[in-house]
């Protein structure tokens, strides 16, 4: 599976971010490897996004789905483990993540 390059993401970068900027967005398997939603070993796409209030999140859902469809319908990643492997984050920027 594909996953964008990215840097940690820290509280000063996402505090210039406009809301719902696209933070980081990759492919990772449904798998106890990746981020098991159903243990079905298919692909997964996930995005993480700005919220309105200096906040952000992470939405994954099958890969069939476009990252747009997925910003607006996916399930929220919820899981401190797999939120940090998708997004690597200082403890300041993981404090703002909206559960």
Same mark, same amino acid.
């Given at each position: 599976?594909?996953? #964008?390059?990215?840097?940690?993401?820290?509280? #000063? &970068?996402?505090?210039?971010?406009?809301?719902?900027?696209? @933070?980081?967005?990759?492919? @990772?398997?449904?798998?106890?490897? *990746?981020? !098991?939603?159903? *243990?079905?070993? !298919?692909?997964?796409? $996930? /995005?993480? /996004?700005? *919220?309105?209030? *200096?906040?952000?999140?992470? =939405? /994954?859902?099958?890969?069939?789905?476009? =990252? #747009? $469809?997925?910003?607006?319908?996916?399930?929220? /990643? +919820? !899981?401190? +483990? !797999?939120?940090?492997?998708? &997004?690597?984050?200082?403890?300041?920027?993981?404090?703002?993540?909206?559960?």
């Amino acid at each position: 599976m594909k996953k #964008e390059k990215q840097k940690i993401l820290t509280i #000063e &970068v996402l505090v210039q971010l406009k809301p719902h900027s696209e @933070i980081a967005k990759g492919e @990772i398997e449904d798998s106890a490897d *990746g981020i !098991n939603m159903t *243990g079905s070993g !298919n692909p997964l796409k $996930w /995005v993480a /996004v700005t *919220g309105e209030i *200096g906040d952000w999140c992470i =939405y /994954v859902q099958w890969a069939h789905r476009d =990252y #747009e $469809w997925i910003k607006h319908h996916g399930d929220k /990643v +919820h !899981n401190e +483990h !797999n939120i940090r492997k998708l &997004v690597p984050c200082s403890d300041k920027a993981y404090a703002r993540y909206r559960q």
